[in-house]
């Protein structure tokens, strides 16, 4: 008898048990886990702030952003299959938040209403690879890994998941199975180049055919503002700086749907801004970015900022030449390779050329391209070290190539 009073117990325990862990996931299922990301990866990603803070003080481009996007999906077959009107529902949300066009901005309360922003953002899906091949920017791929995690395999062919396409051209998304209900995390601007996009659980991205708390695609919207140089609304701290002066100061993050005023620290007389894109609350219920979230954001597409090579992507140009000679291509590495030595990376009037083996052919010349390979400078080759002139070239990325030689192209940067 004590046995069997003993076995109804311990189901009785089990149930409970599974309830509080299903609570415990549908709590986390909102959960960003941008800060986790960021304190595991800094040892190989710069400071956070350091490289987007002068964005805040810099003129704003007068012109419009077109942001190309390849999304990776990447499936393991036992999980939530990502159709492609899953992908086209979900770049229509980004285009509708990032520009205010969502209808339920008008729900912003009074004090803030003046703070909404129009960022002037648009995503279009890439229409070319990197190269030169036509692309519908969908790429999909299997995967025998269960759930991924916040190390980046996700983001490499080789551990499962698929390679970055170059940064410079394109947003790279990763869709996919994560592990313990992380929603998303996103790399930081001047992070690794094989390592820049941003990582979305399968389970809330899109908006077609979803419900429950993020069914309006507000994840992507909330981790690509990461990407652009938002930090969290609460400054990652209690009652933490985010670096922007027309959001708030809060405690720390909101769940849920709060509703009127909310004050947890500082003296803004509006109190929390729990509404935010960068906040935690349910996708219903954040519908704004700021004026100065929009003037940081922008910031990064000055010259010498991180996403201004993205204004002359040719991802969104007609089949052709390669947009990005470089790409599967290893070999071809920036700022050296074994025979070839170039500086200052990056660049500004005159380019050191070091040709570090022996090898060349007498008489042959340095051949500058830009990165779709058409040349514009031939300069010959007198000796060991050869300074080249490169003021008259626009900012951007070139290759510079030995001619008549087996030594590898280089990349380099003009600012």
């Given at each position: 008898m004590n046995g069997r009073h003993n076995q109804i117990f311990m189901r009785r325990i089990i149930s409970v048990l599974y309830l509080l862990t299903i609570q415990v996931l549908l709590h986390a299922q909102n959960e960003c886990r941008q800060?986790?990301?960021?304190?595991?990866?800094?040892?190989?990603?710069?400071?956070?702030?350091?490289?987007?803070?002068?964005?805040?003080?810099?003129?704003?481009?007068?012109?419009?952003?077109?942001?190309?996007?390849?999304?990776?999906?990447?499936?393991?077959?036992?999980?939530?299959?990502?159709?492609?009107?899953?992908?086209?529902?979900?770049?229509?949300?980004?285009?509708?938040?990032?520009?205010?066009?969502?209808?339920?901005?008008?729900?912003?309360p009074s004090y803030f209403l003046g703070r909404v922003a129009n960022c002037g953002i648009r995503f279009e899906l890439a229409k070319v690879d990197p190269g030169g091949n036509l692309s519908t920017g969908i790429v999909r791929r299997k995967t025998a890994v269960q759930a991924f995690a916040l190390d980046d395999k996700v983001k490499f062919n080789d551990r499962g998941g698929d390679d970055a396409w170059p940064r410079d051209h394109y947003l790279n998304i990763w869709v996919c199975p994560l592990i313990s209900a992380i929603s998303g995390y996103a790399s930081v601007p001047g992070a690794r180049e094989e390592l820049d996009g941003v990582v979305?659980?399968?389970?809330?991205?899109?908006?077609?055919?979803?419900?429950?708390?993020?069914?309006?695609?507000?994840?992507?919207?909330?981790?690509?503002?990461?990407?652009?140089?938002?930090?969290?609304?609460?400054?990652?701290?209690?009652?933490?700086?985010?670096?922007?002066?027309?959001?708030?100061?809060?405690?720390?993050?909101?769940?849920?749907?709060?509703?009127?005023?909310?004050?947890?620290?500082?003296?803004?007389?509006?109190?929390?801004?729990?509404?935010?894109?960068?906040?935690?609350?349910?996708?219903?219920?954040?519908?704004?970015?700021?004026?100065?979230?929009?003037?940081?954001?922008?910031?990064?597409?000055?010259?010498?900022?991180?996403?201004?090579?993205?204004?002359?992507?040719?991802?969104?140009?007609?089949?052709?030449?390669?947009?990005?000679?470089?790409?599967?291509?290893?070999?071809?590495?920036?700022?050296?390779?074994?025979?070839?030595?170039?500086?200052?990376?990056?660049a500004t009037t005159s380019l050191r050329v070091e040709l570090l083996e022996t090898g060349t052919v007498p008489g042959s010349r340095l051949l500058v391209y830009n990165i779709v390979g058409q040349p514009l400078l031939s300069v010959p080759v007198t000796g060991k070290v050869v300074q080249i002139d490169i003021s008259t070239l626009k900012s951007g990325q070139y290759l510079l190539k030995v001619e008549n030689s087996g030594v590898p192209a280089s990349k380099f940067i003009k600012l």
């Open positions: 800060t986790d990301y960021i304190l595991q990866s800094k040892l190989v990603s710069p400071p956070y702030n350091t490289v987007t803070a002068a964005a805040n003080t810099l003129n704003i481009v007068a012109r419009d952003i077109v942001i190309p996007v390849v999304v990776h999906i990447i499936s393991n077959g036992s999980t939530d299959f990502v159709t492609n009107e899953q992908v086209y529902a979900q770049i229509d949300a980004l285009n509708r938040d990032y520009n205010a066009a969502n209808g339920d901005r008008l729900k912003t979305i659980n399968e389970s809330v991205f899109g908006i077609t055919n979803r419900n429950g708390i993020n069914s309006l695609g507000r994840v992507a919207v909330h981790e690509i503002g990461h990407w652009l140089g938002l930090k969290h609304i609460w400054g990652d701290g209690y009652c933490g700086d985010d670096g922007i002066d027309d959001t708030p100061q809060q405690k720390s993050y909101h769940k849920g749907c709060p509703s009127g005023l909310v004050t947890s620290c500082g003296s803004d007389p509006g109190g929390d801004m729990y509404m935010n894109y960068m906040d935690l609350t349910d996708d219903a219920c954040r519908y704004m970015f700021t004026e100065g979230q929009k003037k940081k954001m922008l910031g990064l597409f000055e010259p010498g900022q991180a996403r201004f090579p993205l204004l002359s992507s040719g991802a969104l140009s007609a089949p052709g030449n390669p947009i990005d000679a470089l790409w599967g291509n290893k070999d071809l590495k920036q700022g050296s390779v074994a025979n070839i030595g170039l500086s200052p990376v990056p």
